[in-house]
């Protein structure tokens, strides 16, 4: 889908309606625990002043933040049609404009942003599905544990269930969410009838007149909490492939933005009457509720939970999924859960990854209050990282004028760095968690990358180009010319331009003497756009004594497959059936020690990584009897 792709109302209704379970999850249960931590900040009190300020600190974050920044703006920075910072990431490479040092940059911010995102996926699920079930609390006294071991057989349920797919369980997101949404309108404008009081916070008098009660301290820390009313907001980016800008736009004004007002304001006006108790058991988002109905909304905000969580993990697999394919992590194995949409996946290592930090946040932190410190910084450094790589955009493909892009950048970055600083400032409450994770997130993706790196400037010492393998292959007498086709697939994801002979394809003319026919070299490349169409998939070259090279190219939003290259040799004659094709790849063996290569830190991560890089064989699905992998030892 692109974003001028054009659609019926009806159809933008629809997809709307599935927007609001995948794009607005997460936002959507950010009421649960958005304003108790905002009351619980040193300097905030339970006067009528502090709640009209919070309220409206509440509002005009939502409003500047994903109304204007990202909806008004960030969301126009479309891939053809699709979003996320990969999408950046390839829209600035494509443009072919950017100097080396500022590519590095761009690649840079890329990886970190998806190691944030990752961290973020990690504790999303945890302090959702904790705050939904924590709402019992309200009723129930001593039942701490119960809520941990209930929030943590959910957690166990959902990243279970995601070998199987969720397919059937999707198509209930949309009507979920939007039953959710309902009720929590419905619960603020009951609050506000009563309290009508509270509207005054629509101004951002109340905001201003509280932040100047406070220390920089305590702005700071306000701030950090304030944040989490729109934690959620870069899935708008992010999954504008999935649904478009306008469908996205519709949910938000129509449904999502008016119920989560309702909402907000609707606790400020209960908190108005009911003075805050500072404790880990006072909820204002549930103390709205009425005794009889409170088990029923637990339940629904466990299910909105979860399919926020879900939203949270599927878009992980899709994340990753693109960095495999943009070659800054090794090929992890990708399951396909369904057979009508290609983006249901399923990638393990991830999925395991991801159970395995959430079950640790919750068993590290114990309560959504200890986790709400620790939730910010990866929201916060993202939506930073964003803005920095959406002004990389405009200044080097669209080429705004300075004017412009000083406009943008005086109004987005002076609110981003609040944040951020804000994030900061949370850090010794357990900020510091998700920080070292997307750390160490990064180092390994960028170990990936050098090492990678590295593999291919020793590669083109000894490997040689395909004109001049070909010339020799010619000059040679002893050689047999095998009348049975090969493919041979490039061991490194080295530039198409350098045409470089691959090493399985060395290696076996060198230990057998035997040339297949023909012998078809295969290279597979990632484009800057997010899918190839047919007609652009394959290109074929022609080097002589019965050796070719296919250039496959796919979008970073596209699995490779070797669907175009089969139909091709049928259509050509290289192979009648597939059961006549041999397939090589080379493995490298990689060897420590010696000095000349990777530093340590690299060297070591590198290699681990490398151990979890899938073969060919499993990632392309070829037959296992048909396909040959020849070792090659390399010093790192």
């Known amino acids: 889908m692109t974003s001028s792709h054009v659609i019926s109302p009806l159809r ?40 009209l300020g919070v ?36 829209l600035l490479r494509s443009s072919g404009r950017m100097a080396p040092g500022m590519g590095v940059l761009a690649t840079g911010i890329a990886l970190l942003a998806a190691a944030l995102l990752l961290a973020d996926s990690m504790i999303t699920p945890a302090l959702s599905v904790m705050s939904a079930v924590d709402g019992l609390r309200v009723e129930f006294d001593g039942i701490e544990h119960w809520i941990k071991l209930a929030s943590l057989a959910i957690i166990g349920g959902l990243f279970f269930i995601q070998r199987y797919g969720t397919g059937v369980l999707g198509a209930l997101f949309g009507p979920v969410m939007l039953v959710w949404f309902a009720v929590i309108a419905g619960l603020g404008l009951v609050q506000i009838l009563q309290t009508p009081e509270i509207l005054g916070a629509l101004s951002p008098l109340p905001a201003l007149h509280l932040l100047v009660s406070l220390t920089w301290a305590e702005i700071f820390s306000l701030l950090g909490s304030v944040m989490l009313a729109v934690t959620g907001a870069e899935a708008i980016y992010a999954d504008m492939g999935h649904f478009g800008r306008r469908p996205i736009s ?16 609707g606790q400020g006006a209960h908190l108005l009457q009911n003075p805050f108790v500072p404790d880990e058991s006072h909820s204002p988002f549930f103390a709205m509720v009425q005794s009889a109905g409170l088990v029923p909304m637990v339940l629904l905000a466990t299910a909105a939970s979860i399919i926020a969580s879900q939203a949270v993990i599927s878009g992980m697999f899709s994340l990753a999924s693109q960095a495999i394919h943009m070659n800054f992590l090794p090929r992890l194995r990708i399951e396909q859960t369904s057979e009508q949409e290609s983006g249901q996946i399923y990638v393990p290592r991830i999925n395991g990854l991801l159970a395995l930090g959430t079950v640790g946040f919750v068993l590290g932190f114990g309560s959504p209050s200890a986790m709400a410190g620790a939730y910010g910084f990866a929201v916060a ?216 290569g990777l530093p340590i830190a690299v060297r070591w991560s590198y290699r681990w990584m490398h151990r979890h890089d899938e073969n060919l064989a499993r990632s392309l699905r070829l037959p296992a009897l048909q396909y040959v992998e020849l070792g090659l030892t390399v010093d790192v």
Not at 58 to 72: E, G, Q
Not at 250 to 265: D, E, K, M, T, V
């Open 55 to 90: 309220t409206s600190m509440i509002l005009w974050s939502l409003l500047l933040v994903v109304t204007v920044k990202y909806l008004l703006f960030i969301t126009r920075a479309d891939n053809h049609g699709e979003g996320g910072i990969f999408a950046i990431l390839a």
């Open 250 to 265: 519709f949910a938000w004004y129509g449904i999502a933005l008016l119920s989560l007002l309702l909402n907000y304001f």
């Open 12 to 51: 933008t209704a629809y997809i709307a309606l599935a927007a609001l379970g995948i794009v607005f999850g997460d936002i959507g249960t950010s009421p649960m625990y958005a304003v108790a931590e905002c009351m619980r900040v040193d300097g905030v009190s339970s006067s009528a002043d502090s709640v």
């Open 381 to 596: 450094t993202t939506m930073l990282l964003t803005t920095i790589a959406f002004t990389l955009v405009v200044y080097y493909v669209w080429r705004w004028s300075w004017l412009k892009i000083l406009s943008f950048c005086l109004f987005a970055l002076p609110l981003d760095a609040l944040f951020f600083g804000a994030a900061l400032a949370k850090l010794p409450q357990g900020g510091y968690v998700p920080a070292l994770l997307s750390v160490l997130f990064t180092w390994f993706m960028a170990s990936w990358v050098s090492g990678n790196r590295h593999l291919m400037s020793l590669g083109q010492r000894l490997d040689m180009p395909l004109p001049l393998f070909s010339e020799l292959v010619a000059n040679r007498s002893d050689l047999h010319f095998q009348p049975r086709p090969a493919v041979f697939f490039q061991h490194l994801p080295f530039p198409t331009d350098l045409e470089v002979t691959p090493h399985a394809l060395l290696r076996q003319v060198q230990l057998t003497s035997m040339v297949y026919q023909p012998a078809v070299v295969v290279d597979f490349l990632t484009l800057g756009i997010p899918r190839v169409a047919d007609a652009q998939r394959i290109q074929v070259e022609e080097f002589g004594n019965g050796i070719y090279r296919i250039i496959a190219s796919f979008g970073f939003a596209e699995s490779a497959s070797m669907d175009a290259v089969e139909q091709l040799g049928q259509e050509r004659g290289w192979w009648k059936t597939l059961d006549d094709v041999v397939y090589f790849a080379a493995r490298e063996d990689l060897r420590t020690g010696v000095r000349e």
